[in-house]
């Protein structure tokens, strides 16, 4: 059984980076997809970025492309969410997400079978 913790949320102020982490335990990512959503208040979650361990590749939501990456800490066998030029629409609860979802489907949260339990992200105008 696999579990995931995220780490590096916080209050910054607008044009801040900040960069979250999600590692595993119980488990490796190896063979799986590892995905970062997020849910601001009142919102539905959404899909923000993923990144396939094994093959590398990357998805990014548009609102995010341009800001934000996502990348492997291979020494501490984690995922890392680099997030620049934060706005306050970025403030959300981010969490970290495992599963094996075809490419089309890497945004569909039902395909994820292990999820974290969240960190908060604040960004202040």
């Known amino acids: 059984q696999m579990q995931l913790a995220e780490s590096g949320g916080g209050l910054v102020q607008a044009g801040d980076s900040l960069t979250l982490s999600c590692r595993a335990s119980?488990?490796?990512?190896?063979?799986?997809?590892v995905a970062w959503f997020r849910q601001a208040p009142g919102k539905e979650r959404e899909f923000v970025a993923g990144?396939?361990?094994?093959?590398?590749?990357?998805w990014r939501a548009d609102s995010v492309k341009a800001r934000f990456s996502i990348s492997k800490d291979i020494a501490n066998g984690a995922i890392r969410l680099q997030m620049y030029s934060l706005r306050p629409e970025d403030t959300a609860i981010y969490y970290c997400?495992?599963?094996?979802?075809?490419?089309?489907?890497?945004?569909?949260?039902?395909?994820?079978?292990?999820w974290g339990q969240g960190t908060q992200v604040t960004v202040s105008s």
């Open positions: 997400a495992v599963g094996r979802p075809i490419a089309s489907a890497v945004a569909t949260q039902g395909m994820y079978y292990y």
């Open positions: 119980g488990s490796t990512f190896a063979g799986y997809t």
């Open positions: 990144l396939r361990w094994s093959g590398g590749n990357i």
